[in-house]
């Protein structure tokens, strides 16, 4: 296996140096509004608390944390994503999930927001959640489903990026292929945690109303996703908004409301 060098990431490359911008303006459609759920999901109230928001991004969970009163720190093995509005953001720690660069105990609770899903040993990395965050505290993720039954619309998108000559990046078909199936279901995130040393209080999965119903917001979110965003920083506006046109165009006949199923994960340190 590669060696993790902490920040870059595994063998060290930065697979979201160029989502920033497409993150927070496309991709935030549908994960502003799942972060927000996966911070309602607390099993108590989080007001004051110190929250790490582990695979934070462009901070999505740590505005939902604010919105709550908590005291978001965040996490993020990218930092470009971290560089996002960072002025604006709480304070932030390059490193990764495999070896989090915090003491034992340090935070109150823990959030993860569809980060588990990008690391090859998912129950080591919430063995390293557990151990930053204090027992009884609260450790949260949210994780993609398996059955999402939405890839006949996505794959149209896809099927139009594709045709102007995109191609799916290694690291993307590792992510789908071997890391995100490890807890895409509700028995094995429970297993998962569970084995890492947590007392697991709820695993669900269910189809989330994230409000987007519109051609338009499922091409930006699925345009702003990090495996197409690098290749289309590369692009003029023109080309970007000629392509962004072709694919709402493709969507459009076949769109509707966009409810990704979602596991969630409710957990406390011992
Ligand atoms: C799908 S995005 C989710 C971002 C944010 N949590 C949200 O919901 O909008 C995944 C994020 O996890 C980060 N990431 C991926 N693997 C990581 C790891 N092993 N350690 C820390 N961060 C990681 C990526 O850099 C990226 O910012």
């Known amino acids: 296996m590669d060696e993790v060098d902490g920040v870059g990431g595994v063998d060290g490359v930065d697979r979201y140096a160029a989502a920033a911008t ?21 099993p108590h109230p989080l007001e004051g608390r110190r929250v790490l928001d582990a695979g934070a991004g462009t901070g999505l969970a740590s505005a939902a944390l604010r919105a709550v009163g908590a005291h978001p720190v965040a996490l993020d093995r990218s930092p470009a994503m971290l560089g996002w509005d960072a002025a604006a953001r709480p304070p932030a720690v390059a490193g990764a999930l495999e070896a989090v660069p915090l003491r034992d105990g340090c935070v109150d609770d823990t959030v993860a927001a569809f980060v588990l899903n990008h690391v090859d040993d998912p129950t080591a990395a919430l063995r390293e959640l557990a151990r930053v965050t204090r027992p009884g505290g609260a450790v949260l993720a949210s994780l993609p489903a398996a059955t999402s039954s939405h890839r006949a619309v996505r794959n149209r998108i896809d099927a139009v990026v594709v045709d102007a000559g995109w191609v799916p990046p290694d690291w993307h078909a590792h992510l789908t292929t071997v890391q995100a199936p490890q807890l895409g279901d509700v028995a094995a995130a429970g297993r998962a945690a569970r084995d890492a040393g947590l007392h697991v209080l709820a695993v669900t999965e269910h189809v989330a109303d994230v409000g987007v119903e519109r051609a338009e917001d499922l091409v930006d979110y699925r345009l702003g996703q990090a495996h197409v965003a690098a290749w289309l920083e ?32 409710v957990a406390r340190v011992p």
């Open 234 to 265: 590369g692009m003029s506006d023109a080309e970007r908004a000629a392509l962004r046109a072709a694919a709402v165009d493709a969507v459009r006949p076949v769109m509707a409301p966009y409810r990704p199923p979602v596991i969630t994960l």
């Open 22 to 42: 497409g993150w927070a303006t496309g991709a935030s459609r549908v994960y502003g509004p799942l972060a927000a759920a996966l911070v309602a999901a607390a």
